[in-house]
């Protein structure tokens, strides 16, 4: 049961006149197969010629399967970290896809390597990974040449080629003896699910040592339901291990006078302690504030924001600042076929801002009405997208 739930926080086709027709059978479709294109591939929003196009892919490009359509006409795929829907006619199972990164195994760094916000050179660095650090790839590029791990709360992307595998502790033939009511902590970082199994979705994925009160437990005694952040959830219970820690880390902090504390959401300020109360304003999440005041069973702080004094639910106060998630940025490339103008903007009514020579290559963002957003060395603007393949 180890290997199921274990994690460490990190079209159609272009037009041809030859006649392929690979005809697969929706029982060999398996998420995390791979699978390399036969011709030239559009890539879409949604599983049919009506979704919009965002991409073509070149022939002899690996990509990972993520789910197929319902017709078992198209494959879903992660490539450049955007999912798209690619047609299953031009695709071909490729054989050494059993050779590639394996997703919820465990893999340790040969060397210090950096950790990008993206699968390439091309992203920026975000920390260093030691050498002989334990990891578990969370994905891999369509490539297989980098994957996505959690390494100290910061997740991001190394190159696969710095990373061996290591020996595992073999599954257990018993479930982990875990009982309702009693606290437990998590091994490592694991997933949640909304389900007792791994075909229900992550509701969310539970750091290490955070703890678990059991509120039910399943007769196979492999999943526990819990309740965190005012969900009920399911977790494996191989990854839990007794806590005898006196306090729940889940639950709200308990505000203190004086001190600063951040919004964890988007927080409505009130006259007084209850939600029956009026409100007096809205306080951003992320906002610092300091408490001056609390009811007595500590679950309304007084603050004051904006030169107004009131009250919120201190369950969405903590102490540590909550950091915007970071957007990567999502591309494709492309190479022009003549000398190209770049314009301010997607029609040549615009200013042209330079000439990109022919066969420079060059990172597209979108297509629409026949124009491309693009970049090209630190340019970036608009051209003809019928110019660029």
Known sequence: MKSIDKVILGGVV????????YNIASADIVSQEIYTTTNRLNMRKGPSTDYTLVGTLDKGVKVKAIEKSSDAKWLKINYNSQNVWVNFAY???DKSSNND?????????????NMRKGPSTDYTKIIIVPAQTKITPIKSSSDGKWVQINYKNVTGWISAQYIKTVSTTPTP?????VEVGKKYKTTEYVRARKGPGTSYDVATVLPKGTQVVPVEILKSGYWAMFKYNNQYMYVCTDYLEADNQSTTPTEPEKPITGKDYYTTANLNIRDGASTTSSKIGKIPNGTKVSV????S???WAKVVYNNKTGWVSAQYLSTKSQEPEQKEDTYWTGTTTQNLNMRKG???????????PKNSDVKIYETKSGWAKIKYKSYEGYCSASFIK
């Open 101 to 113: 990164i394996k997703l919820d195994s465990q893999y340790e760094t040969t060397a210090n390597v």
């Open 91 to 93: 695709l071909q199972k």
């Open 14 to 21: 272009v037009a041809s006149t030859i006649g392929i027709n």
């Open 292 to 295: 001056v005041d609390f009811n």
């Open 346 to 356: 997607p029609s040549t009514d615009y200013s042209i801002i330079i000439t990109i």
């Open 173 to 177: 033939t018993q479930p982990n003896k």
């Open 297 to 299: 069973n500590k679950t």
